[in-house]
Structure formats: C-alpha cells, structure tokens
C-alpha cells in the first residue's frame, strides 16, 4: 500500500454487517454500497424474517435482480439466516450446503424488526451444536433486552450473561460479535482466549468510531444519530478507536447501516439506525486518521473480515483521496427519502 496525506490505496473493502432491506428501496441502497465494496454480509431483519435457505435463496434472487437492473456486476452478497427458538440442526446442514455464510442471533426484542428472534439461547442449542461442528459463524446482537437493565449497559451485561456462558458451552463455535458499543467489548474480544478452532471477532460501524451519546442531543433530539445498540460515552469510543486501529486481526469493518425513510426517524417513536452507506469509507479514513492510523485502515476494511470467514481476499484496488465531499440533506429512498449520516455536512475522504 502506498500513502500520501493525501491518498490511501487499499485493496478494495467488504461490509460485514449491512441491512438493504426488501422491495423499492434495495436499488437505492444497494447501489450507495456496491460503489465502495465488493462484498457484503445482508442482514436477515426483514418483516417476515429470513428463517430459511429456501427464503435466502428467494431474497439473493430479488437482489440479484436489482443488481442487474443497475448493471452491477462486480458485487456479492452474502446471506444469513435469522436464528429462531426453532431453527433445527437440519437447516444449519442445509445452510453449510448452501453456501449461507452465517447465523444471525437477535435476542427477541433487542432491534429492529427482532420480535421472532431468540426468547431464550437454551431453544437453540441442537442449531448451535450443529453450527459449532460445521464451522458456520454466529453472528451475535450483543445486547439483553430486559427492561430493567439500563439501556447503556445492556451491551456489558449480555457479555456475562450470555455471550461468556454460550462461549463455554460451545468452545470451538465461531462467533462475530456485532457492532460492538462499549469498552467492555472492545476488551472482552481482544482478550478472549482462542484455539484453532474457534475464534471470536467484532464488528464496528464508522457511528460508534466517530461519535458519542451527546451527539444524540446536541443543541436537541437528533433522530439520525439514533441506532441500536446506542451510541455510549466518550470512553467507549475512544476504546473502539483503539481496537480497531489496533492492527488486531478481531476487528473488522461493518457498517450496520440501516436505512429509514426520513419520516419513519423523524416521529414521536421514531425507528432506530444510522445510514452510513452512501460515505461509509470516507467516514472510517476520517476516524482513522483523527489518531494518526490510516495505515491500519487496509487491515481493518480489507482483509480481516474475509480471513475470518474464510474467503479469498479481494484483489482489484480502490483510493481514497483526502477531498472533502458533501452530503446531500436527503437521498431518494423508493418512493420516500432518506437522511444520511451527516447530512448536510462534508466527510473528509472521499472514493477516487
Ligand atoms: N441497529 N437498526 C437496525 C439494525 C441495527 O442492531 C442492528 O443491527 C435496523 O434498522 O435494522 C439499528 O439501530
Ligand atoms: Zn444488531
Ligand atoms: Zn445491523
């Protein structure tokens, strides 16, 4: 890789947590991410959710059909499936068969759209015990979803109370913790003991990177800075800059942007998710370099997702050139809008 101040060549990035959703709005959200990667895992929160090979087959399909009719050819998605209280042992086995990339654990309730997912991990130990034996990752929503824990600290409680449990009852399972949120995560990964057998890595969006809790109410409620899991304080952020500027192969890039029409944020009960697609790279170049780590960007966006799963790394190159590039107020949504994150505003990468 050569740098410049100025500009960063990298082999081209992956996104290993994105929702594109379903119907009108694929084509508008699809094309704001195939511009900047090659790949990307598609999460399975639709409204009914995808439960089934046969129902990721049917949703590749509809967006191999959007793809086409934008004249995308160099894009792939890569499909999961949402783990239930009733996923068997022998939809993990079809799953492996399939080429199906991963399993999505949403404890019930934890996000968007997550109203089927798990009520209790315990339903899933036959899937579990299955996907452990097959080495097909678990893709986890870290967070409890009781009503007592406190909001900000759903995401450290879920660590003790399940994700270190479900680590010691399936110790070769390989698992992503997803869009991690605070320092307890940050440290929970890179400290995990691991064998060659299993591994535990995190994802991290360009929000939890470049933002804390108090851009949720600057000068008033900011809906667009909303997201699931919230954002935390300063010390979290700080602690996610560091791990993912670490050079440490755990964490990788996944932007977890999830598109709302304007409407749908802007309401009295207004949905949760940060749309970070149309500049994702620019805004992790800006996060890198606010301390100094572009050079780690390559690792981080390029190369450690597809080592983890398993998958050959891209080779076609990409640059990103330190030119400041605004973002629009509003994107074209089907027949809706959407507000990105920083609408309004500049990011200080841009993609050659
Ligand atoms: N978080 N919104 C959504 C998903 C994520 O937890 C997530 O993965 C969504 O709208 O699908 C959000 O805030
Ligand atoms: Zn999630
Ligand atoms: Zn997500």
């Not at 667009?224 to 954002?231: A, S, T």
Request: net charge neutral; glycine share 6%.
């Amino acid at each position: 890789m050569t740098n410049s101040p100025t500009h960063i060549q990298l082999i081209q990035p992956d996104d290993w947590h994105l929702h594109i959703r379903d119907g009108e709005v694929v084509k508008d959200v699809l094309a704001d991410t195939a511009r900047q990667f090659a790949r990307a895992i598609i999460m399975p929160n639709l409204k009914p959710p995808v439960t089934t090979v046969a129902l990721a087959k049917a949703y590749q399909s509809r967006i191999d059909a959007n793809l086409k009719a934008l004249g995308i050819t160099n894009f792939l998605p890569l499909m999961i499936l949402y783990l239930t209280d009733n996923t068997s042992a022998e939809e993990v086995r079809k799953a492996k068969a399939e080429g199906i990339a991963g399993f999505k654990l949403y404890p019930a309730g934890a996000t968007t759209n997550s109203d089927a997912g798990v009520s209790d991990i315990k339903h899933c130990y036959q899937a579990l015990e299955a996907m452990q034996v097959l080495g097909i990752p678990l893709l986890v929503h870290g967070e409890v979803t009781s009503a007592d824990i406190d909001i900000f600290d759903r995401e450290a409680v879920f660590i003790d109370t399940v994700l270190e449990p479900l680590r010691k009852d399936f110790p070769e399972l390989k698992i992503v913790f997803e869009h991690i949120t605070t320092k307890q995560a940050a440290h929970y990964v890179r400290d995990a003991a691991i064998s060659k057998k299993n591994s535990i890595a995190a994802t991290i969006t360009p929000q939890h990177l470049l933002m804390n809790r108090n851009a949720i109410f600057a000068g008033g409620i900011r809906p667009h800075n909303y997201c699931l899991p919230v954002l935390k304080r300063e010390e979290h952020r700080i602690a996610l800059l560091e791990a993912a500027t670490s050079g440490n192969a755990r964490f990788f890039l996944g932007t977890d942007s999830a598109p709302h029409a304007k409407g749908a944020k802007e309401a009295a009960c207004g949905c949760a998710g940060c749309y970070s697609a149309f500049n994702a790279l620019g805004l992790y170049a800006e996060a890198f370099e606010s301390v100094g780590k572009l050079d780690k960007l390559e690792g981080f966006a390029s190369f450690f997702g597809p080592d983890f799963y398993g998958l050959p790394r891209n080779s076609k190159k990409i640059t990103l050139a330190k030119q400041a590039q605004a973002i629009p107020v509003e994107l074209p949504l089907g027949d809706a809008t959407i507000v990105p994150l920083r609408a309004g505003e500049t990011v200080a990468w841009s993609l050659v």
